[in-house]
């Protein structure tokens, strides 16, 4: 597996969309993308387990989780040299690794650890838990939103990552990210 997980050098920052589930990192994402008039790299994960569920109604196991990682990497990568100013990831490595431990008893594949720490994003957008939390086939921790969060945020801090928390409505998360995002660019 480790083999498959470079990212690919870019001279562009790369922001990562980062939190728990419907915590509108999509939404903002491709919000982002549209504002800066770049790329942004879909979720992998999302269309590889609703296929999943659709066809083995089965839920994420410990043996996908390197599938997702080099998926997610791979979108990254293609994206990574498509893309002008900045590069938009709706959710990355670290977010299958913080997924993986609070869903497997605070396990993680040793390679995902591992390749967690070696990859470089400029910024983590830290999005709240103060929107609806929307049922789908794949969203399973409802009453768990204020556990997760925490998990996220004590993960970037353990890591020492910069990151915004990004709270309000679509719009007012859209105005805070473009107003760090701003001077980010400017260093460019």
């Keep these: 597996m480790e083999k498959n997980l470079r990212q690919t050098h870019s001279h562009i920052p790369r922001v ?3 939190g728990p589930e419907s915590s509108g990192k999509t939404t903002l994402a491709e919000a982002l993308a549209q504002h800066y008039q770049t790329e942004w790299v879909e979720e992998f994960a999302r269309d590889y387990l609703q296929k999943k569920w659709e066809e083995q109604q089965a839920v994420c196991g410990l043996e996908d989780l390197p599938i997702i990682v080099e998926g997610q990497l791979e979108r990254e990568n293609q994206k990574a040299a498509q893309a002008h100013k ?3 990831c709706d959710t990355n490595v670290l977010v299958t690794r913080v997924w993986s431990e609070t869903h497997f008893d605070g396990h ?7 390749v967690s720490k070696k990859l470089n994003y400029d910024l983590y957008l830290l999005t709240g838990i103060d929107v609806p939390w929307v049922k789908d086939d794949l969203r399973d921790r409802p009453n768990d939103r204020q556990s ?3 998990h996220f945020k004590r993960t970037l801090d353990e890591m020492q990552k910069k990151y915004l928390i990004l709270e309000g409505n679509p719009v007012a998360r859209l105005n805070k990210a473009i107003a760090f995002i701003d001077p980010l660019l400017k260093m460019q």
Excluded at 108 to 114: F, G, K
């Design 16 to 18: 990562v969309l980062y």
């Design 148 to 150: 997760m969060f925490d």
């Design 108 to 114: 993680c594949d040793p390679a995902i650890l591992e």
């Design 86 to 88: 900045v590069l938009f």
